[in-house]
């Protein structure tokens, strides 16, 4: 089964950078939905960007574009998340998810986490003031 491994969350200070990763393996498709949700405590858990790996399709939240960019190295099953200009209201777990197979143009839309049925354990992101 597919199996996510999150790893590059850390403790920033406003205005910051920092870049974010995540492993996959287990794949059976060869077109899947990779995406970014965070969480904070009391708040819903929010999509804040989603590549299509076979490529033409990228999403990204309001609240996140401009700063932050999603990639992918399919050669290594890897997404990474690029996060700069950090600001406070950023800090939250952050966890990967995948779709798969996928499509296209479902990659490229706002969806609900249960729409994904694969999860990495999370990694901590703390942006100070």
């Known amino acids: 089964q597919v199996q996510l491994v999150e790893s590059g969350g850390g403790s920033v200070q406003a205005g910051g950078s920092l870049g974010l990763s995540c492993a996959g393996s287990?794949?059976?498709?060869?077109?899947?939905?990779v995406a970014w949700f965070r969480q904070a405590p009391g708040k819903e858990r929010e999509e804040v960007a989603a590549?299509?790996?076979?490529?033409?399709?990228?999403y990204y939240a309001d609240s996140v574009k401009g700063r932050f960019t999603i990639s992918q190295d399919n050669s290594k099953n890897t997404v990474y998340l690029q996060m700069s200009s950090l600001k406070p209201e950023d800090s939250a777990m952050y966890y990967c998810?995948?779709?798969?197979?996928?499509?296209?143009?479902?990659?490229?839309?706002?969806?609900?986490?249960?729409?994904?049925?694969?999860w990495g354990q999370g990694t901590q992101v703390s942006v100070s003031s």
């Open positions: 287990g794949y059976t498709y060869n077109y899947n939905c």
């Open positions: 998810a995948a779709e798969s197979p996928s499509t296209r143009y479902s990659c490229s839309l706002s969806r609900r986490p249960d729409i994904f049925g694969h």
């Open positions: 590549i299509y790996t076979g490529g033409g399709s990228t």
